[in-house]
Each structure stands twice: as C-alpha cells, then as structure tokens.
C-alpha cells in the first residue's frame, strides 16, 4: 500500500483557499445568472459557442475544453435544446460527430446576461487582485491546465 504524500501546510491553505474560492464565486456568479433563467453551466456552454466561427461547436471539442464527459455535456446540451438556447446537428464528415449551435434564442439571452456576469466577475474576482497578481494566476492557469491536458492524452494513448 503506498502512503500518502500529504500537503504541507501552506499547500492545504493554499488548496483549500481555492477550493472555496471557486465554490463560493460559482454559487455568486450562478445568483447572477439566474435572473436570466441561466445556470452557470448553461453560461459556459453559451459563452464557449460564442466565441466561434458561426457560433456552432463539436460536442467532443466543447467537451474537452470545459473538461465534462461527453454523457455529461450531451445530457446538458439536450436540456438547453428544449429550451431552445441551442441546437444540434449533424456533422457532415464524421456520421457519429454532432454539432451543437448557438440559436438566436441563446445569443438573445447571452447578450442580456454577459454584462451583469462580466460586472459580477470583475467586482468579485479581479477587483481583488493587482496586475502582477494577475499575470502570476494566468501563469499558474497555464501551467496546471497544461499539465491536465498532457496527462488526459498519455491516457487516451
């Protein structure tokens, strides 16, 4: 049996720290959110497709950049379908791939909640921390999400 390689102090701080961090600004941001009908989750699924050509995105693509299995992200997607915030369609070169897109109704309800949410984000988040502190956590997002995605892929191999 191996032992357990336990956190130093600062680490548990630090750990727990952003632990909490996350979860209390997820709860903040999703109070936000709700006002428009949207959970969090729905928001980081409008706001991924946003961000594309056409406003559309393979469910296997949007699925590893916001790190949910695919039964997870199709689940969800299928929901916001019947809402009529997105929809799906086929991939014409891969008969198994599917589309998700970004439907008029989801770009209305997007556009009415961005700028509360991004108010929320900065009055709750940024506003707290200086430019040095800033550029260290994109630094410190870069490294670890590097090493997900690097670990993810010996996986698959």
Avoid at 46 to 64: C, I, K, N, T
Avoid at 123 to 128: I, K
Wanted: with cysteine; hydrophobic share 40%; net charge neutral.
């Amino acid at each position: 049996m191996a032992t357990a390689n336990w956190l130093t102090p600062e680490q548990l701080r630090a750990w727990k720290g952003l632990s909490l961090m996350h979860l209390q600004l997820q709860a903040r941001l999703s109070r936000g959110l709700a006002h428009h009908d949207l959970s969090y989750q729905d928001y980081l699924v409008l706001a991924s497709l946003s961000d594309q050509p056409g406003g559309r995105r393979r469910v296997v693509e949007m699925s590893e950049e916001l790190g949910w299995e695919k039964s997870r992200l199709s689940h969800h997607i299928t929901r916001m379908c019947r809402r009529g915030l997105v929809r799906k369609e086929p991939c014409p070169s891969d008969q198994r791939g599917t589309f998700v897109v970004l439907s008029a109704a989801g770009r209305e309800v997007l556009d009415l909640a961005a700028p509360g949410h991004v108010s929320d984000v900065q009055r709750y988040f940024f506003d707290q921390l200086s430019r040095e502190q800033v550029a260290v956590l994109s630094s410190i997002a870069d490294g670890v999400l590097a090493r997900l995605t690097t670990d993810a892929a010996s996986r698959e191999d």
